[in-house]
């Protein structure tokens, strides 16, 4: 059974840096044609894909936050972490972490963490 359980603060205080973890248990970030992925969805608003880890030990983002994202990863702890920078009031949402897929499944998001929320203090 695929679990994945975000952990990191819930309170980030303006222009600092937000940073989360994922742990996976159940199965490899390493296993092939797998996508590890960090989404937020904002209050009334749409989920926002921030960004993936690629199970070859690439990494991808979404254009319009990948000035101030990070992610990474620690194979020996099947984690995968999310480092977002310079947060501002706009950032406040629930932020998930779910596998994702390549080729046919491209798109396809599961199973996905409980998610956390992540208030910012001005």
């Known amino acids: 059974q695929v679990q994945l359980q975000e952990s990191g603060p819930g309170l980030v205080k303006s222009s600092q840096t937000l940073s989360l973890t994922c742990t996976v248990s159940?199965?490899?970030?390493?296993?092939?044609?797998?996508?590890w992925s960090w989404i937020r969805q904002p209050p009334g608003k749409a989920p926002e894909w921030i960004g993936a880890?690629?199970?070859?030990?690439?990494?991808y983002y979404n254009p319009s936050l990948q000035s101030r994202t990070s992610i990474s990863r620690d194979t020996s702890k099947n984690q995968f972490s999310l480092q977002l920078s310079a947060v501002t009031p706009g950032d406040p949402a629930i932020y998930y972490c779910?596998?994702?897929?390549?080729?046919?499944?491209?798109?396809?998001?599961?199973?996905w963490g409980q998610g956390t929320q992540v208030t910012v203090s001005s």
């Open positions: 159940g199965d490899s970030i390493t296993t092939t044609n797998s996508y």
């Open positions: 779910a596998r994702s897929y390549g080729g046919d499944l491209l798109g396809l998001f599961g199973p």
């Open positions: 880890s690629h199970y070859a030990g690439n990494y």
